[in-house]
């Protein structure tokens, strides 16, 4: 039997006194760091840091503006670009339908004509698309039958 041997016999063993100094000893550091080499280490940690959380307000300040341009994009952009018509269907201007007289066929023709009938304000040359002397729901049905098939057609 060694000196290094364990000599407990239990679950938990332990290093033997001696080894554990020698364990101690091998590991333990006595070399002086000056006090300007110990300010250096810790001046350059720091500044480390600091980069790294002015780098990460960076990616959260390009983050938060590109999401508000997207939202910026969907809200007022999107739907001026769409009203400009170039990805409109190309509806003859002259057509009936076009209550409004914006050139397109779209729904809010049908809207316009259904609040025009209900102000009384429509007259038949204007609004009856079936031609049966009546302006009523079943002109606007049609408008919005239009609309709707000049919508798919693009699709
Ligand atoms: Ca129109
Ligand atoms: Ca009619």
């Known amino acids: 039997m060694n000196e290094y041997e364990d000599k407990s016999k239990g679950d938990e063993a332990e290093a033997p006194g001696r080894l554990k100094g020698d ?5 333990a550091f006595d070399i002086p760091v000056p006090a300007e080499a110990d300010e250096r280490v810790l001046s350059l940690a720091k500044a480390r840091m600091r980069r790294a959380r002015v780098r990460r307000v960076i990616v959260r300040w390009a983050t938060a503006t590109a999401a508000a341009a997207a939202v910026i994009i969907g809200v007022l952009v999107l739907p001026s670009w769409r009203e400009s018509g170039e990805n409109q269907p190309a509806v003859a201007s002259a057509t009936r339908e076009d209550i409004d007289g914006n050139g397109q066929v779209d729904i809010l023709d049908a809207f316009a004509l259904a609040r025009g009938i209900e102000a ?8 009856d698309m079936n031609r049966d002397g009546a302006v009523n729901q079943a002109d606007v ?4 039958m239009t609309a709707v098939s000049l919508d ?4």
């Open 23 to 27: 364990i101690r000893a091998l590991f």
């Open 120 to 127: 009384s304000t429509v007259e038949a040359a204007t609004g």
């Open 141 to 144: 049905d049609i408008v919005a």
């Open 152 to 155: 798919r057609g693009v699709m």
